[in-house]
């Protein structure tokens, strides 16, 4: 695989510091992740839980959590033998009106990954043909889960099979990095799967699923610290769903080239993502990676901006 | 503006408008209502499975 050592820069942390104030959208940005954040796991704060899916990234099991995080709520419904009307509806409608801007603002996971690649650690970047190629393992895992929750739907649906193991209603979660961090380890602690006899490791308390779970998420925590926005780049599939709509979205980015100047690139190297925007449609950015951050627009606001497609 | 492009939101739009009224129609968050942590005994059986491996032991049953 291709890659690149970015430059010797290898903190992010002074940046925000000091550059936060000049930053607008950036600074906006963090106000909204928060805020989401604690939305989205309200029940801590006294919300009430109710049965919406939402287009980000959150565990059904989350023991704070105050709504369904979109593709877990499709793979439950398609997995009961239903059609999911409702999960596709918001997603079309968000992906369209939005784009991927709550991959970028909203979702949880998306701001852990934001903080952890804070930590002073040489960031990778990737070559163009790989960072839109390894695209398609979200595609994979996307449409895997969907085959497998449709299968067992259609069990369930003509009476074969009741109940059943909880991979079968949402198959993603066996391997999915934030339900690992947000619910096995909550409840890890809470129900007290810890050693308790002399002699006993954690190794014979826990199960081998555990410690899958555990390596998967170490890996991803990994890669998203040397590359950032790692995970939504090429692993989720809400991202993925959302990618059908948000190319071709009512919000988007706009640049004006007549202000760009031969050579210049600072809108691309302030890219999470690292979308080739200088080869994007001026009239709005329609690559699948773009999650509308906007901090393109903070290192050039003269040339950069949001705007709708009208 | 490519024409293309605004057609394909705007259908979208009315796509995503409909599909979610349908959802509605079908009562599909009672689906969702399935698994909620009031229901202690289903979602103790729901989760044990994301935190150990069912049947190796250890895992304790905490009501």
Known sequence: MATKKSNPETSMFKELLTELPTKRIRFIRLISQ?????????????????????????????????????????????????????????????????GKLTCGWACPIGFWQDLIALLPLRKIKMS????????DLSGFFMWTSIVIAGFFGLQRLNGSLTGGEFWTFIPYGVI???????????????????????????????????LIKTFILILFTYISIKIPRAYCRWICPTGALLGYTSSHSLLTIKRDPTKCVDGCSKCE???????????????????????????CIDACPDAMSFGFRF | MEVTTRMKYLSFIILGVMFIITGFALN??????????????KWYKFLAPWVGESGKGGLPVPW
């Open chain 2, 28 to 41: 599909e968050p009672s689906i969702l209502a399935q698994v909620n942590p009031s229901n202690i005994d």
């Open chain 1, 269 to 295: 190297d302030a890219c999470p993502t690292q979308v080739p925007i200088t080869d994007e449609n001026p009239d709005g950015i329609s690559n699948t990676l773009c999650i509308g951050c906007g901090n």
């Open chain 1, 128 to 135: 163009r043909p790989d960072n839109e190629g390894l695209q």
């Open chain 1, 176 to 210: 999915d990095p934030a339900g690992t961090m947000f619910v096995t380890y909550f409840y890890t602690l809470l129900w007290g799967v810890i050693p308790t006899q002399q002699g006993q490791n954690i190794f014979d308390v826990v199960g081998t699923l555990f």
């Open chain 1, 34 to 98: 928060i805020s989401f954040f604690l939305l989205f796991n309200g029940v801590i704060l006294g919300l009430s839980r109710v049965d919406v899916p939402v287009p980000v990234v959150l565990p059904t099991g989350a023991p704070f959590a105050t709504m369904w995080g979109g593709f877990t709520a499709l793979q439950y419904v398609l997995a009961n033998g239903q059609f999911p009307f409702l999960v596709l509806g918001i997603f079309f409608l968000t992906g369209a009106v939005f």
